[in-house]
């Protein structure tokens, strides 16, 4: 069989040039469908223009009059509008049908200039800047056309605005509320000289609101304070007199405490609420009974209290930690004035049970970092509720069947490689279980105060196995046990700390081709020893991504993990022998690790609009074995490459360091591992059309050995593997390229075509390979497609 030619670069670029020309004209027929008369509505500009205003609040005062125009202008992305060129070109009048479908879900209608009421506009205009203090002000408008296109300009002329003179709060009145009021003047969000601003006034009020709700006022709402404001005091300030209403009801001016709180703990929508089946714990009435869920679990989540005041705080967290609970679908609380005592309240608890029990079973494709994919399933079974206290029980049972698709180079195996017929079909299948437990509370053989926090403090018990069969390679059994505990002090911050963490893996049925590899390699070999990994794990996660208003979010994530200190302390007061390379301590007859590892992952985004996004992120991890390691365990090293991390290069296809792998060894994945790890993205996030979002990235990275390696003859086992401080960053793998993404809110099809840039294992002078660029998928110039579920970060 002939080798097809080549296609030459000349003709990629032709035909991106052609594709790029065709859409292009086709985003020129955005005009086609607009009226005789009629304009395309495309932009629009605010101006404001205020040389005597001292406030300096021209460019927020442009921000948010634009807000205010509607409606908004036909989108473009660099000056191209595709949604209205599929409009165009997908038109139809009928009313169902394909291309109806496509008219109306990916596509958008032409935007008319005459579709806006510039007057209507520019009078909104005015009053938003009336209410921030421009009490004299005039807006204009003025429209350009041009070609069937037209732009607004809108041009606000403002002067120095009316500033605060001096507020009071509240008339004298011997009521205790009007203390109360009187009290949280100091925090004021309204300062003497700041610029008359109705939000802010606004604002006000729902602050003291907020504060006398935690007072006991169950009643009290923002609409009883009123303002009453002089603007005729001169020099364009104003006085300002906040007052309670004169016509508020009586139960609005007083606070209360609570009486009775019944909890209805298995209420459904429809259910009598007769409380004559009750069961009173702990001055709570709990109703109908405990064969669902035990009262003394459900009460470590109530925080309301008999005969005390009430709160908005307490209501809060009350609510937020039952909707915590797995056993519970709805929550709600409910006030009533008691009967017999109109200054307290009785409490009403409603709490609507979920499935208890659920069996799920999901299909899926296994992508790992090592380069393997395959289909997999995973059957699971989900109790919500399994001894009566909330607590969350999971059995997952996994099988998942894969081969390798991801080697360095072009996807072919390099002449003279090992691989066996076997090994390029079915490369590896693996079945496991996992057992997991998750209880509501913290369980300690201490007595720990109950945390007022809104989020449930969780204690997770695991238990799971795993059998791998690597064919051609070799089988290994993985056992592990965990128990961790859970807790969020606050929105943005969360503990998970797992005090006991076990694993043990055991290495069976080795081929003598992977016998082979183990001997020419002592890193590897150690790396594959069977041992126990006995230590803990700590998480701290912090993040600002719970503001999803905010333009700039951080994420941080700190694991620091360690293992076999304390056993290795235990044997050093029992006087057992100092470990050696050759010699070390066992358990139960099996090595165990020692080493201390940590991770920290960053990430900082930043939004611009609702669908555009800036994401920076950094990876830095290290781990060190020392004691009765020499390696850290394979399963604890780290690698580099693939759909989440450097998307130009393939899964475990670089480092560590500058060591080239030799062409035979490409295929097997063990090699490619290091102590250290180094990872930097940059990606921006984009609309184009509907669920469809685009990206841009650059990717760097690379992971070294803290240790040279040598093979038994003393050898130097991976050249330019070891960290160097002075040359680190001139051995980053560094890839750049673009990504298509189908986001559908709750599934994420994710497309990522990367582009190298500098290969790190090739030659100094060499490494550069963007010049070199051929647009094929192969090779260390070629292009790497990504498919993946999910955003990378």
Not at 126 to 138: I, K, M
Not at 524 to 543: A, K, P, V
Request: charged share 20%; hydrophobic share 35%; proline share 5%.
């Amino acid at each position: 069989m002939m080798p097809q030619k080549p296609v030459s670069r000349q003709v990629y670029f032709t035909h991106i040039l052609v594709l790029l020309a065709a859409v292009y004209l086709s985003a020129c027929s955005g005009t086609k469908r607009i009226p005789e008369g009629d304009a395309l509505f495309t932009g629009f500009t605010v101006k404001v223009k205020g040389k005597n205003d001292s406030s300096n609040r021209q460019s927020e005062m442009e921000t948010e009059l634009s807000a205010t125009v509607r409606p908004k202008p036909s989108g473009s992305i660099l000056g191209l509008r595709p949604k209205l060129w599929i409009y165009n070109t997908f038109y139809t009048e009928k009313e169902k049908g394909l291309k109806h479908f496509i008219m109306t879900k990916l596509g958008s209608p032409p935007v008319l200039i005459s579709q806006v009421d510039t007057g209507s506009v520019s009078q909104v205009m005015s009053n938003r800047l009336h209410n921030r203090g421009y009490f004299n002000n005039s807006v204009s408008s003025a429209i350009t056309s041009k070609n069937k296109k037209a732009t607004i300009q809108w041009t606000a002329n403002v002067s120095e605005p009316y500033r605060i003179r001096k507020i009071e709060y509240t008339l004298n009145d011997s009521l205790p509320i009007h203390k109360q009021i009187k009290q949280a003047q100091p925090e004021s969000l309204l300062k003497p000289g700041e610029p008359y601003d109705l939000q802010n006034m606004t604002n006000e009020r729902m602050r003291i609101d907020g504060l006398l709700k935690n007072k006991g006022y169950y009643h009290f709402t923002p609409d009883a304070l009123i303002f009453s404001v002089d603007t005729m005091v001169g020099n364009r300030q104003v006085d300002m007199l906040m007052r309670l209403k004169r016509d508020v009801a009586s139960r609005t001016l007083k606070p209360y405490t609570l009486d009775d709180i019944y909890i209805f703990a298995n209420y459904s929508v429809g259910d009598s609420l007769s409380v004559s089946d009750t069961l009173s714990y702990k001055s709570y009435h709990y109703i109908p009974n405990e064969d669902f869920v035990r009262a003394r679990h459900l009460l470590r989540n109530v925080f309301l209290v008999q005969d005390s005041l009430y709160t908005r705080q307490n209501h809060l967290l009350t609510l937020n930690r039952l909707a915590g609970l797995s056993a519970y679908k709805f929550s709600n609380i409910d006030y009533k004035i008691d009967t017999l005592n109109n200054d307290k309240l009785d409490a009403f608890i409603y709490l609507t049970p979920a499935f208890r029990k659920s069996l799920r079973v999901e299909t899926q494709m296994v992508s790992k970092s090592n380069g393997f994919a395959g289909p997999g399933v995973t059957v699971s079974f989900r109790n919500r509720n399994a001894f009566r206290g909330s607590e969350l029980l999971n059995v997952d049972v996994t099988a998942n069947f894969e081969s390798q698709v991801g080697g360095r180079g072009t996807g072919t195996t390099p002449e003279g490689n090992r691989q066996s017929k076997q090994q390029q079909g079915l490369n590896s299948y693996e079945l496991g279980t996992q057992v997991s437990l998750t209880i509501p509370r913290i369980l300690s053989p201490f007595e720990l105060p109950n945390l007022r926090t809104e989020f449930v403090p969780k204690t997770r018990i695991g238990l799971g196995f795993s059998f791998l069969n690597r064919l051609a390679f070799f089988k290994m059994n993985s056992y592990n046990a965990s128990y961790a505990y859970n807790w969020r002090p606050r929105k943005t911050l969360t503990h998970d700390i797992t005090p006991i963490n076990l694993q043990y893996v055991r290495l069976s049925n080795t081929t003598e081709d992977f016998e082979e590899r183990l001997a020419e390699n002592p890193y590897l070999r150690r790396s594959f020893e069977n041992q126990f990994i006995i230590g803990s794990i700590y998480q701290l996660i912090y993040t600002t991504q719970v503001y999803p208003d905010r333009t700039s979010q951080v994420f941080n994530s700190l694991v620091l993990d360690g293992s076999g200190n304390m056993i290795n302390a235990l044997n050093s007061l029992r006087g057992v022998d100092k470990p050696t390379q050759d010699a070390p301590r066992t358990l139960f007859g099996q090595n165990y690790s020692q080493y201390i590892l940590a991770n920290n992952d960053f990430r900082h985004y930043f939004n611009f609009g609702k669908e555009s996004q800036l994401v920076a992120r950094l990876v830095t991890a290290v781990g060190y074995s020392y004691g009765n390691s020499n390696t850290l365990p394979f399963v604890k090293q780290f690698s580099i490459g693939g759909p989440n991390s450097i998307r130009a290069f393939r899964a475990r296809s670089v480092g560590p360091g500058t060591y080239n792998i030799p062409d035979e060894l490409s295929f097997s994945y063990f090699d490619q591992t290091g102590d250290v790890k180094l990872e930097t993205n940059l990606e921006y996030r984009f609309p184009i059309s509907g669920f469809f979002k685009g990206a841009v990235f650059v990717d760097a990275g690379n992971i070294w050995l803290l240790r040279d390696t040598f093979d038994d003859e003393g050898n130097l086992n991976k050249p330019g593997a070891k960290f160097n401080s002075k040359t680190f960053l001139n051995q980053l793998a560094v890839g750049t390229g673009f990504g298509l993404r189908v986001d559908v809110e709750f599934f994420v099809l994710r497309f990522d075509l990367g582009i190298p840039v500098q290969v790190p294992y090739l030659p100094k002078g060499q490494r550069n390979v963007l010049s070199d660029f051929d647009f094929s998928f192969g090779g260390e110039t070629g292009m790497v497609l990504n498919i993946a579920i999910g955003y990378p970060f």
